[in-house]
């Protein structure tokens, strides 16, 4: 849809700051919590909650925490039904509990994204604001109301765009967020390295735009959690016409998955130590990593409808790290059990339990 791929554009405003208020608010929260435990699934859930808030919609997790838990809560659902038969015609006429429950949670975010219209709408006609905004609702607001029918979004479309990038913007970050810092906790020979990198270009003072994009071994460990517990483990797709592929013979109609994370473990490409974390594979970029095979390493998608999100996604990651690597050294608490599964990305199922000791008197 083309206003989902106007959303990387969006980012030319310099999303940093509102990036960083997010993270001061989390490590706010940490203070007090020194030597203790924390599960950072959750925190970064928060995070990153904030953040697309932020950025995208022009408000905070707090405004935006209901239609978070809905989605979370439908995500769950589609994930667990993602490979069963849909009859078209039996579905019409009877429904399991879960579509039931799906379909509420359709409804109730609906009705919060049209809330959120009618707020956007009603400040231009009491003369409020302006303009709808120029973030990303401001956008999808515009193009609701465009006169021209040809340009109008219908309500359905808007919708969509709206859960895409409340779920994309969050859920994936979140995750690979959560990923790498345990990587960190229990691979205390790259966590020195990154504070190292990251105290040698900002010192104490906060991230900026330049020095973001000179953090190499970030970038290096970053590709690596992308490797191995990247937040998109397939890319769904639906066959619009007979194709072979290799050996298989593809019917029309019919609904596939190709795994990605199947090429990123693959030991013909990587090497026999497929599963270990190795950041030093990545030390000379991705090109070099992959051997130049660039179907080896798609941890944003490929072709046209790769990830909108990817700069976003980086830049957010990149900060929160090097704020916390700034403050902290992190290790692995010994309540955490390694159980990853797959819903919609890939999620530690027990959650990720750390303790943090402060590098300085904060
Ligand atoms: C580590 C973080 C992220 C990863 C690994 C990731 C990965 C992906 C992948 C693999 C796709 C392609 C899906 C396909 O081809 O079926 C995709 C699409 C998309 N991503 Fe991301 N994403 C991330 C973060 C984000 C963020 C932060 C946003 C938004 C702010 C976002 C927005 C989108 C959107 C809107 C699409 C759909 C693009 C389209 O259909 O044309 N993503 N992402």
New binding site residues.
């Given amino acids: 849809?083309l206003l989902?791929?106007n959303?990387g554009g969006l980012f030319g405003q310099n999303m940093t700051p509102a990036i960083i208020v997010s993270v001061e608010t989390m490590l706010e929260r940490w203070k007090g919590q020194e030597g203790k435990e924390i599960e950072v699934y959750n925190e970064f859930r928060l995070l990153t909650s904030e953040v697309?808030s932020r950025t995208?919609f022009g408000s905070n997790y707090l405004e935006g925490e209901k239609i978070f838990a809905m989605l979370n809560k439908l995500t769950i659902l589609v994930s667990r039904n993602i490979s069963k038969t849909k009859i078209p015609f039996i579905n019409k006429l009877w429904k399991s509990v879960e579509m039931l429950e799906s379909e509420k949670l359709e409804k109730g975010i609906q009705d919060y994204v049209m809330e959120m219209i009618k707020k956007r709408e009603d400040k231009v006609v009491s003369g409020e604001a302006d303009s709808f905004g120029n973030d990303f609702l401001g956008l999808l607001v515009n193009a609701y109301n465009d006169l021209d029918d040809k340009n109008r979004v219908s309500l359905e479309d808007l919708v969509g765009e709206c859960k895409?990038?409340y779920f994309?913007?969050q859920e994936?970050?979140n995750s690979?967020l959560a990923w790498i810092v345990l990587h960190l906790a229990i691979h205390g020979d790259w966590q020195e390295k990154a504070r190292r990198e990251v105290i040698d270009i900002f010192g104490n003072q906060n991230p900026h735009l330049q020095g973001i994009a000179k953090l190499k071994i970030m970038t290096m460990i970053i590709n690596e959690t992308?490797r191995l517990y990247?937040?998109?483990n397939g890319?769904?797709r639906t066959v619009a016409r007979e194709v072979q592929l290799g050996k298989l013979l593809l019917p029309a109609n019919i609904d596939i998955l190709p795994l990605n994370i199947g090429l990123h473990r693959d030991p013909h490409l990587w090497g026999d130590d497929v599963h270990l974390f190795k950041p030093e594979r990545f030390a000379e970029g991705i090109a070099k990593a992959t051997n130049y095979t660039a179907a080896a390493f798609f941890?944003?998608?490929l072709g046209p409808?790769?990830?909108?999100?990817?700069t976003?996604?980086t830049i957010?990651?990149k900060i929160a790290l090097s704020m916390i690597l700034q403050r902290y050294t992190i290790t692995i608490s010994p309540a955490y059990v390694h159980s990853p599964i797959p819903i919609l990305t890939i999620r530690p199922r027990h959650g990720i339990q750390i303790i943090l000791e402060p590098l300085h008197s904060c």
Avoid: D, H, K
């Fill in positions: 849809m989902l791929l959303f697309i995208a895409t990038i994309a913007g994936t970050v690979l992308l990247g937040p998109s890319l769904p941890p944003f998608g409808r790769s990830c909108v999100g990817m976003l996604a957010e990651t």
